[in-house]
């Protein structure tokens, strides 16, 4: 799959769709992002509402995606799909 990214000021930006598993909790957590390293720091830091009882957390799986629209879709698909979201988190167990 060829990449193309969004350029700013000549700065390449990548899109990812990343799951969280939280490390209390039997729970995993489907978010997209530019910035994965920055998101799980505030998943941590119970800034972000729906995940705030779970963390902490560690990143379990990442994609890149071509651009955010397809970065979303990918989120939204997984989340919806509970056979490919158990078949992606078999693959990385």
């Not at 700013?8 to 930006?13: L, V």
């Not at 039997?26 to 530019?34: D, K, L, Q």
């Not at 902490?56 to 490919?84: D, M, W």
Request: aromatic fraction near 10%; hydrophobic fraction near 35%; glycine fraction near 4%.
């Amino acid at each position: 799959m060829a990449l193309s990214h969004r350029r700013w000021s000549g700065i390449i930006i990548m899109y990812f769709v990343y799951i969280l598993k939280s490390l209390n909790k039997n729970w995993y957590y489907v978010g997209s992002t530019e910035d994965t390293s920055r998101r799980l720091a505030e998943h941590n830091a119970g800034k972000t509402r729906s995940t705030k009882a779970y963390a902490p957390f560690k990143l379990v799986y990442k994609e890149v995606c071509t651009n955010k629209t397809e970065g979303r879709q990918r989120e939204n698909s997984i989340k919806k799909n509970h056979a490919l979201k158990s078949a992606l988190l078999a693959d990385i167990s």
